[in-house]
């Protein structure tokens, strides 16, 4: 397991993580009575959705031995070492609003993703 165990040194992390995805990640944590300390957010990327690629997410109460983990604000988040290849660069964000509101990756890697972003292509 590779580890960023810097809170605010987000250039040597494989992806970057905002004080809002942080925060909201974290109380969804909490909320679910895990450990932040140990457990965190799995990013990860799988075959599907209109542009071939999707994002996915979920918490696990540890990393995987072959993980990258860093830290940023408090959240722990892994990522697999093939769906790395892929996020490596991103930013994880939080977005709230009248018409929805959840987690949104922003990666520079992707060559177009579909018109609702949930899917990509690279």
Known sequence: MSTDASEG??????????PDA?????????S???????????LFVQQGGCAGLSYGMRFDTEPE????????????????PSSLNYVGGSKLDYES????AGFHVENPNIESECGCG???RT
């Open 9 to 18: 040194d987000a250039a040597a992390a494989p992806v970057t993580v905002t």
């Open 22 to 30: 942080a925060a909201e990640a974290v109380s969804l944590l909490e």
């Open 32 to 42: 679910e009575g895990m450990d932040t300390d140990v457990g965190g957010l799995r």
């Open 65 to 80: 031995e072959d993980d990258r983990v860093t830290e940023q604000h408090g959240l722990r988040v892994f990522i697999d």
């Open 97 to 100: 609003g009248l018409q929805a």
């Open 118 to 120: 949930e899917s990509f």
